[in-house]
């Protein structure tokens, strides 16, 4: 155990692409934590997907020992946060969980709004912030400018900002010393009962579910039993060590500290990130403050394109959930699908990450079905429930209202593009709630509807600002809103996984959109195929796709009977990618891209 | 039980790989070459009869077929000792069919006389269109004068003569088309083949449509509509449709072509050619040597064939249903479901029924002019089933 004078905890902040694991990297190797030779890129980031995006999902934690120039041994505890929005409760977590942060950002880019959004967390937390000016090896690097701009965006003083480059190592030793300068050190009583925060969790195959703690007060053991305070489950712990990155057994961690344990906790379900950790004995009077269950806020379906594998994506779902307390799932039928999972994320960051798991460890190719929202459906009768699915929408005519979820979006754009951001947020029914300048920049924060974020709000915000433009967002709550259910309906039937809730002064723009993209999106069929989209009863917009007229091989005689089966097997396999609707073959992709709105 | 081929006879394929250009449009296994050695390819071709007829023993023999390439570059001295070699080995069917594709060239109508004396009884003539400009955009190295000279000579030697045209061609309108067709229709003897323009990958025309070159083809609904047009006229004149592309005044259809779509069984012969044999009760595909150069030496060292993969029966099934709905006689129900093991989907054909893509009596199923303008479609809803 180490004195708490001797102790720094403290996370990153920056925006992908600042440079947050790259510097990580940098600060393990320098301090000799990892051996050259074993040194490989972004050594915190585990998960392929993590690695490959460039982005950290799970939080995650190092030990550092430090040798500082005023002659003391120090242990640096790093946790290194996930950068998303969709993960901003257990961003606050982690926060919570250190005393300090430094912040990176990109000399040659400037603040972002996502580093905003963090930045705030850390001063929430009441962080020491030190600020640094990464990538000052290139060209393009201008700290001056993104000092000044740290100063006017985020309110820091960043006179004295750390200048590096993570890539060559420049200023590196700089950082090291203002973390044991800069920062404050733990707070902690060693004598007062156990109070650990519960920081994060994941399942290990070898291990089971490995607990990320931060200890506040007390000193844990291998041995203890402890106590689960949200739930009051207990447990006994097996095994209690650190990680530098690799995990490595220590006999105690004591306050200020920070660790993993393991106690035979089966899913890491059972453990809720943010929950206060304690002995079963001698337990702590008030649980750590902020704690939350986990609440996802996007819904989707999850079908497979072969309806062969529900079993196995139902095997992977269920494992994933294993791993991911944030990720509901329960089975959802429907009539174009066939079986699949009605699924809720935190985000779509996070439904993405799930669907390319899915996809990738296990191999099942999916139908991702348009994402939606919660929506309060308030009904005459004075009751009120959530609707997840648009397909479970009531007879309109008991309900009252319908609430949405609105949003605080905040985005930083370079100010020749405002204008086109400013018109894609009125598009999307957005009111403007503030717009500021800093430098060439325009911060605009919004009022939006979440189902208009939801789906592809980041492409269309991407594309029309050509990559420019950073975006974060925080739910800010319900309102009620003139919403309808929209259905589609294909050769006059309705297809329940292209139903969508929508504003009735926007149904009549959007159905035409949809209609029109299913048209390009089916292929033609023997018969023609009306495409309607309807309010209720009412259709609201129409188009016919024709029917095929011509679909024949001109010539097919002995020499070309092989060629042919062989393409006629090639057109089955193809076939069976489609979902039938009725006497209707729709594409998979028509599910998702109906729904893209080209304004 | 009678082995299925029977219900579709056997035929005999030569292919002749040689051509004197090579058309943009043409997919087939063609070569220009400077210098041919008949005797050379004589000789491999006997050799190959004798190979085949070794494992296809005791069969009476519907149809010869010389295609191509450009077969009327073969010097009429090798077609008489093809034919003859297979009259040795097998027992010619009293009506038998041998066809010779020929270019409708000056040069050509000079040896119609050697081909008539040689066995050959009917030619197809690849005339293609009926206006020079076109057939320059077709890379046909003909005129229409010296077609027309040519079809005037095959005409007095041959009792059976074809032709084909390509239709569906660039700029071309639906008027232009009638006017051709109609032209045509006034030539024809007994039987015609009008191919719409097909765009095949790997070909000069694929390779220009790929880069956006290849402009001014009709869009489908004028494609559709040239088909029609086509039935229409063809009928009128006594020579309907009784395949895809194929027209003929009934009873004078080919033979041979007839082998394939009533999924008979036929030996293929010569570089590229494909077969489909019964030997001791199991079919299987063949195909040979690709290059004329390869299959010679294959032939040299014993056999021309590259590969022979033996066909189940639900393969037979796919392929008798495939080659089968071409021709508007249809198949038959039952014959399908003794090579698949199972019957087509009742349902399938309900709905296609209703549609009036097909028609059936229960015994047969036959597309009708609608569905087989749309064959592919018919195919894939019947064998997704």
Known sequence: MTDLSHIRNFSIVAHIDHGKSTLADRLIQETGTVKDRDMKEQLLDSMDIERERGITIKANTVRIEYDADDGEHYVLNLIDTPGHVDFAYEVSRSMRAVEGSLLVVDSTQG???????????AIEADHEIVPVLNKIDLPASDCDRVAEQIEDVIGIDATDAIRVSAKTGEGIHEVLEAIVTQLPPPKGDRGAPLKAMLVDSWYDSYLGVVVLVRIMDGVLKKGDRIRMMSTGATHQVDRIGVFRPQMESVDELGPGEIGFITASIKQVRDTRVGDTITHERKPCAEPLPGFKPAQPVVFCGLFPVDSAEFEDLRTAIEKLALND???????????????????????????????????????????????SVIYHIYMKDGSMFELHNPADMPDPSRIDRIEEPRIKATILVPDEYLGDVLKLCQDRRGIQLDLTYAGNRAMVVYDLPLNEVVFDFYDRLKSVTKGYASFDYQLTGYRADNLVKMQILVNEEPVDALSVMVHRDRAETRGRAMVEKLKELIPRHMFKIPIQAAIGGKVIARETLSALRKDVTAKCYGGDATRKRKLLEKQKAGKKKMRQFGKVDIPQEAFISALKMDT | MAEDWTEGGFGLYIHWPYCAAKCPYCDFN????????????????????????????????????????TPSLMHPDTVAAVIDAARGRWTFANDIEITLEANPGSVEAGRFAGYRDAGVNRVSMGIQALN???????????????????????????????FDLIYARQNQSLANWRAELTEGLAMAADHLSLYQLTIEPGTAFGDRYK??????????????????????????????????????????????????????????????????????????????QLSPTDWLQAVARGSGESLRTPLTGPEQAEEYLMMGLRITEGIDLRRYAALAGDPLSAEAIAELESLGMIATDGTRLAPTRQGRTVLNAVLAKLLAG
């Open chain 2, 30 to 69: 063609s070569h220009v070459a400077r210098q041919i050695d008949q005797a050379a390819w004589t000789r491999a071709y006997l050799a190959e009869i004798d190979r085949v007829a070794g494992e296809l023993p005791g069969r009476v023999l519907n149809s010869i077929y010389f295609g191509g390439g």
């Open chain 1, 325 to 371: 307390a944030s990720f509901s799932y329960e089975m959802e039928t429907s009539a174009a699908l066939g079986f699949g999972f009605r699924c809720g994320f935190l985000g779509l960051l996070h439904l993405e990450v799930i669907r390319d798991r899915i996809e990738r460890e296990y191999d099942i190719e999916l139908i991702t079905t348009a994402p």
């Open chain 1, 111 to 121: 603040v972002e709004a996502q580093t905003l959004a963090n930045v705030y967390q």
């Open chain 2, 132 to 162: 020079d400009a076109d057939l320059r955009r077709l890379g046909r190295i003909h005129t229409v004068a010296e077609a027309r000279a040519a079809y005037d000579v095959a005409r007095t030697r041959f009792d059976r003569v074809s």
């Open chain 2, 211 to 288: 880069r956006g070159k290849l402009k001014g083809l009709p869009a489908d609904e004028l494609a559709a509509d040239m088909y029609d047009l086509t039935q229409e006229l063809c009928e009128a004149r006594g020579l309907p449709a009784y395949e895809v592309s194929n027209h003929a005044v009934p009873g004078m259809e080919s033979q041979h072509n007839l082998i394939y779509w009533r999924y008979g069984d036929y030996a293929g012969i010569g570089p590229g050619a494909h077969g489909r044999v019964t030997i001791r009760e199991q079919r299987f595909a063949t195909e040979t």
